[in-house]
């Protein structure tokens, strides 16, 4: 079975993207996002993920892209959304600090496949998403 990652494109009023910086391994910058949990719906994950990783409150407006790593057994989601509230933020275990940044600016410790959704949400690709519940 698949890992499924779910992550969030959001921009802030001067056209600059939320990105973090994640504490572990690479240490770097990444959308805010993660895994599913078990039984969990892929708004209601990147919803939890934002808010654990940067205390914003969102609201999903549509998916970007999937995208697909056959290798590592990985799918992932890109929504694209919109800051609707936020609750204080406390340092953790998993994320740095995390900031807002121009397309021009982006910083360096960025993977390949980072880079790639970033210009994708720059873009503003939708993709269809049909939710049953």
């Known amino acids: 079975m698949p890992s499924v ?4 494109a959001i921009f802030d009023q001067y056209n600059r993207i939320l990105l973090v910086q994640i504490k572990y391994g690479s240490r770097n910058w990444t959308l805010p996002g993660g895994h599913l949990e078990a039984n969990e719906s892929p708004i209601y994950g990147v919803k939890r993920e934002v808010l654990e990783e940067t205390s914003y409150i969102i609201d999903v407006s549509h ?12 799918l992932v989601l890109l929504f ?6 936020q609750q204080n933020w ?3 275990d998993e994320i740095e600090e995390f900031g807002f940044f121009p397309k021009e600016q982006l910083p360096l410790q960025l993977h390949s496949w980072n880079r790639k959704r970033i210009e994708d949400a720059f873009q ?4 269809n998403l ?4």
């Not at 694209?80 to 509230?85: D, F, L, P, Q, V």
């Not at 503003?124 to 993709?127: A, G, H």
Request: aromatic fraction near 10%.
């Open 130 to 133: 049909c939710i049953f519940e």
């Open 80 to 85: 694209r959304a919109t800051i609707i509230g």
């Open 90 to 92: 406390a340092t953790n």
């Open 124 to 127: 503003n690709l939708k993709s």
């Open 63 to 74: 998916l970007i892209s999937t995208y697909s790593a056959p290798i590592k057994d990985d």
């Open 5 to 8: 990652g779910v992550f969030a």
